[in-house]
């Protein structure tokens, strides 16, 4: 490996110019990677399917634990959840047609592919369970289906950890063994305020804990990440749009926790404050951490130092 | 500007090209060469011993002595390392065993010394031997397609094909066809034979009706009152004598100097024709350009009619190309012209016929040399595309018989051969269009000479007995080309030998030998009178015979070899509608401090027509822009990517800035000068529009071949866009005034 | 009509295959797993030679011409020379300009064009970026559709027919390379001229290159030709060339590049990774992660009655 050459004068000038920083060399700062293209619905649809998935666990659990009305209750979310989420895609995808090109192959290197079969999977499941539900028939295979749900539900929530983990934006990429955790906790923390704000309080005990412990894992889980990450690809996620929304997240994570806490077994208010504060913090987290793979890969930065490095790492160990 | 003082002692010789006739808007006596006066081949007077105080060898060395590394330093700002570094190379690369080509453009054209800038390559050239030898050579490397063709069959005013003079109105009121010989014709060398290619080029002109009785219709042929060149012409429009313009394949408005001074001159016509693919700045002036913007021009004043003509493609007609190396290589119609499209052969072809109809019972002797001419060519398709072959077969000749010519040996002066361009004779030998010949290189040798066919008689390099030693031999086994084959008593070798096939090397000629017989054999330069390459030109250049170092018309630098700041023969217009900026030595020059050249893109073509109205290439070069070095953008506050106001004398332009080391500001005579560059191929047509260059700069010309100075002029620079409307014009005004270059004195030195 | 001789990019019925007849779009998806490759067909790639690029972005025109790949919109991007920017949905192939205060050592044996000039030591790199189709291809494996497909040639080619615009293989890939056309949101690359490449011709920038920077040919042949094109620019002085994307233990890459400098002087990564085959990193934490959540679920009931 040769050594570094010096910055040329122009390029140097250049990077200045465009506030990146002197430690990388690049292409007139440029991005060495694409930006993703995904829209809004996106982050939108993370937090959705999470909820659902989420909840479709919770309402199979509450009903092993005989807990009716918080069963019920969670089935709402997640039939919501379920619905909402394939809209979600199709507006980002244009068309409806594209989505069932995704059904004409399954691909295992293809996150994406596999989620959708798990998406269409549960949202038939759950569609299958609410018509039996709802018309009275076939009962077996309704609750057969409902169980299919559960089960399919912390994939559902989890998988979303993947698709972007298995992409080459560096945020993402190098916390791909703690982003399932995040999602998880964060999709568990919505599931259990959702349900808590809609069930009454003297039912909603385990909504209310899910709430709170997937919030205290939320918060942990993003703080290994960033620690993990080390301190350049940690940078991303604190600053711009996505440091904003961490922040936000953290905190309405952590007041709705607290709020649901402390005041959820006596006063319905703080609940429905709490699960409210606590659904925003998942959101918020989802978004900052979609918005913090843009802001990663817009930045020659993240790609080149993390790279240049393992670069000479290796050529160090190689001796 | 005596030029007779030039000639060499004890005989006279003209150029082989360029000015044979002197004469022009400088208006010096006309130059008459007589042949030269060889004894056995050589010239009367000769020091072999290179010791003669005024011999070609001490007078290089006297005139150069000064011409030192330190002095190209000290004038040019090439360090001096470099400079030798080059230099070195040169010579390492030259002799009996490797050559070396210069291979040029406009870099050294667009100059008033441009001409002496190609003789100084060539004195190198000569010394180095690096001419008439494969890999040597000095490469026009030409720009337009077929410029190359347009100087051998030419659109210039002042040669007929084959670079026959045109005979001048001067001197003599009735010159006939033995007087114009007798003065231009050299005696000895292939310009011994001129009365055959001028008599056949009549026969070609005016077929049948030039007989020997008309002097082949030599009376028709108009005559030269002076520089008619194009700048010349368009000052003639301004000044209203030039009425009428036709324009094909050109876009002056954005192409030519001093691009509003164009742009008026094309509103104060009666009538202008230009034919292109798309309406291009040329024919849109009447109603955009920057000179509506500002008021100047005024559509309802304009009196120009314009007829804007559809013109076809390369692609869409059969024709030739001729390169730089004299190679001249058909194309094919692929296509159709669409709609009403036409080529040039077509357009020129069918007006002439229309013409002529309509003086066909016309018994004014002025109408008869259009009555006269041979004009029919057959035509072609729905079209009357007329067939370009058969141009070309007139071009390259035929003998008594009607039977196309092998080469122009055979050319005669008493009328039986038919000729169009003597040098071209021979492109349709064998009744075979040889120009469209494409045998692949792998299937002959690495000369190719079936490939196409090149000037003269298909020989790829011309004056190639210098490939050869004075006894014939090759100068090594690497570089051997053609020799002299003692068996065979005859020349051979890779090709087609520039000099008769049976001349031995020890010929020499008896003294009252003519043309091509009175050249040695051991003499090269057969085009010359004397058979030799000319270091010292005594004859056929305006401005010197030897290269001197004048610096350009608008410089911030005085000479520092002479007296003389700039070309003293070159042309100026100095007028009130092309100022100059004011050079050194002048009041003002400081508000004109830096240098400005104007270049070329590879993503665009000259004026634009061909490229700005392509996507795919617009996209890549979409906005006009400046370069300046980063110290230049300090010192005026520009930045990257920002607008810059680049001020002349002429006008002001605006221009996106790029700032950039290969600028790199020069050292020159101790004092740093930095320099703007600037494509020059934007105007306000196309898909991409912005100002044009052009408009900056002023005409001043090259005194043999009038080429403008487009290589430099001085400017200012600022940052932000210029003014628009009147307050354009003011701001020039303001400049002027600072300069003291006023219109009123034409900026001209004082 | 036969399928092998349609040209993809373009679905429209106006197009025309290479026989210069009409066709219709009818290649067929490859079957999942399929490599495609036919037996003899050797890998064909690129070797791109930027010590011998002079920037005329013919390459970048050609590709344009024949694959009819849309302008980009009309701005100066003050960036020495490029106004392309960077590869993307309609711009398949990129000639960077790099302006360095630099020496190069101009030796005429290497046949190096890149100038040195002036007092000011300067130099000015060209290279023409393109996609790398790469050995294990990021964008391949996450493509939910099929769209993107290895073609028999061992290249990596998109079926706009078949994509939906889902946009994951834009940020999969290591490179940039991919990205959606805003118009109709699928996305467009480097095809490789897989039509032109059926008809037994060279892909349109390679023929158009006129100093043969781009090389296009069987990968075993460039990779040889590189390394003793690398071996003789060294010899020549020239120490700071290398190969980028010739190792295919490093990454894998189809078109490779000799650089005169780091890669990401050129906008490329210095260390690029399939991270779409790191399975048991990607799924293992999810699959962890979903069964905590499960259990956290069931944990919360902890302590209920039934
Ligand atoms: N892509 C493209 N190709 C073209 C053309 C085009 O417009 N576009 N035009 C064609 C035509 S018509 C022509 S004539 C040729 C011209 O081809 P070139 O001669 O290459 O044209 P330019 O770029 O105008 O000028 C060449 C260089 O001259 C340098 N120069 C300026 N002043 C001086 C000087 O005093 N001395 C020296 N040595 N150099 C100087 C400039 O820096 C510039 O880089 O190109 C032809 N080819
Ligand atoms: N400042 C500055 N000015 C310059 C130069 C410079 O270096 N600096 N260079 C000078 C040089 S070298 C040149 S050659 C000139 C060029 O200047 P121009 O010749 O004025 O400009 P072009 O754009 O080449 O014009 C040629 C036109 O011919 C059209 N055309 C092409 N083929 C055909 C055809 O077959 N038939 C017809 N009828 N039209 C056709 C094209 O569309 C185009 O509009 O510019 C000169 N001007
Ligand atoms: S370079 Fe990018 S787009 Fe090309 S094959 Fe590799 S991953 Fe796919
Ligand atoms: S955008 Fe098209 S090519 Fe890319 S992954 Fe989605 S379907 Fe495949
Ligand atoms: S191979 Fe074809 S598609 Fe790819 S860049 Fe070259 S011309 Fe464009
Ligand atoms: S065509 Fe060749 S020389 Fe020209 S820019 Fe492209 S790679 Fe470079
Ligand atoms: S335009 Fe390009 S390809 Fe054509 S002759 Fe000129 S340099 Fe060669
Ligand atoms: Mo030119």
Known sequence: MNARPEVSVSEEARHDGRGTGAEARSYYGRPVLKEPVWSREIPWYFFSGGLAGASASLAAAARLAGNVELARRARLVVLAGAAVSPVLLISDLGKPERFYNMLRVIKPTSPMSVGTWILSAFGTSVGIAAASKVLGVFPRLGRLSGTAAALLGPALSTYTAVLIADTSIPVWHEARREMPFIFAASSAASAGAAAAILTPVEAARPARRLAVGGALAEIAGVEVMKRRLGKLLAEPYEKGEAGRYDRLATAATGLGAAVMGMFGRRHRSAVVAGGALVLAGAALERWSIFKAGFQSARDPRYTVIPQRERRESRARADG | YDVDTWQYAGMEVSGSAGKREQGGVTGEQAHYAQGGQLEHGEPTEMDESLEHPRCVFQLLKKHYRRYTPEAVERICGCPKEKFLEVAETLCENSGRERTSAFCYAVSWTQHTVGVQNIRAATIVQLLLGNIGRPGGGIMALRGHASIQGSTDIPTLYNILPGYIPMPHAHAHAHQDLDEFIEKNAAKTGYWGNMRAYMVSLLKAYFGDAATEENDYCFDHLPRLTGDHSIYPAIMGMMDGWCKGFFVMGENPAVGAANGKLQRLALANLDWLVVRDFSEIETASFWYDSPEIETGELKTGEIGTEVFFMPAAAHTEKDGSFTNTQRLLQWHHKAVEPKGDCRSELWFMYHLGRKVREKLANSTDPKDRAVLDLAWDYPTLGTHEEPDAETVLREIGGWDENGDALESYLPLKDDGTTTCGCWIYAGCFADEVNQTARRKPGSEQSWVAPEWAWAWPMNRRIIYNRASADPEGRPWSERKKYIWWDEEQEKWTGEDVPDISPTKRPDYEPPDDATAEDAIRGDSPFVMQADGRGWIFVPAGLTDGPLPTHYEPHESPFENALYGQQSNPARQQFPRGDNPYNPSDGQSGTRVFPYILSTYRLTEHHTAGGMTRTVAHLSELQPEMFCEVSPELAQERGLENGGWATIVTTRSAIEARVLVTDRLAPLRVQGRTVHQVGMPYHWGSKGLVTGDSANDLLGLVLDPNVHIGEYKVATCDIRPGRRPRGPALARLVDDYRARANAHAENGGARA | ?306
């Open chain 3, 1 to 306: 009509m036969s399928e092998t001789n349609v040209i993809p990019g373009s679905g429209s019925p106006d197009a025309f295959d290479i026989q210069g007849r009409e066709t219709l779009e009818t290649r067929p998806v490859i079957p999942l797993g399929q490599k495609g490759y036919e037996d003899g067909q050797p890998r064909m790639g690129f070797f791109t030679d930027t010590t011998v690029c002079i920037g005329c972005k013919a390459c970048e025109v050609a590709c344009k011409e024949w694959n009819d790949v849309p302008a980009l919109p009309f701005e100066l991007t003050g960036d020495s020379y490029d106004n392309t920017g960077a590869l993307g949905a309609d711009s398949w192939r990129h000639v960077a300009f790099i302006e360095q205060r630099k020496p190069v050592k101009v030796v005429q044996d290497a046949g190096l064009t890149t100038p040195a000039s002036g007092d000011t030591d300067f130099r000015w790199l060209m290279s023409s970026d393109v996609c790398k189709h790469c050995t294990d291809a990021p964008c391949l494996d996450v493509c939910p559709t099929g769209s993107l497909f290895r073609t028999e040639f061992g290249t990596v080619v998109v079926q706009e027919d078949i994509c939906n615009g889902c946009g994951y293989c834009v940020p999969s890939c290591p490179f940039g390379v991919l990205d959606q056309r805003q118009d109709d949101g699928r996305v467009w690359k480097c095809t490789l001229c897989y039509d032109r490449l059926k008809g037994g011709m060279e892909p349109a920038c390679a023929q158009a290159c006129p100093t043969d920077s781009i090389q296009f040919g069987p990968l075993e042949e460039l990779r040889e030709k590189a390394n003793y094109r690398l071996e003789m620019v060294h010899e020549a002085g020239v120490t700071d060339a290398r190969l980028y994307g010739a190792d295919e233990e490093e990454y894998g890459m189809g078109a490779f590049f000799l650089l005169l400098d780091e890669p990401e002087v050129y906008g490329l990564p210095p260390d690029p990774e399939v991270v779409t085959r790191k399975l048991k990193s990607l799924w293992g934490p999810a699959a962890v992660a979903a069964g905590a959540m499960a259990v956290g679920v069931v944990a919360a009931f902890a302590g209920e009655g039934r």
